[in-house]
């Protein structure tokens, strides 16, 4: 949580948003837990704090 703190994200929103997602995720898609990262810029605005 810290971490997405310090990228940015309301916390809440972003657990949300994996746990939602993560159920339905291909395991053997490296690629795709990358872009779950709270640095990756694939993460949707929804979920930043705006400053």
Do not use: H
């Not at 940015?8 to 993560?22: D, K, S, V």
């Amino acid at each position: 949580m810290e971490t997405a703190k310090e990228n940015g994200l309301n916390p809440t929103a972003y657990l949300t948003y994996l746990f939602e997602r993560m159920p339905n995720m291909d395991l053997q898609d490296e690629a795709a837990f990358e872009a779950w990262l709270p640095w990756s810029e694939a993460l949707p605005e929804g979920i930043r704090v705006k400053k």
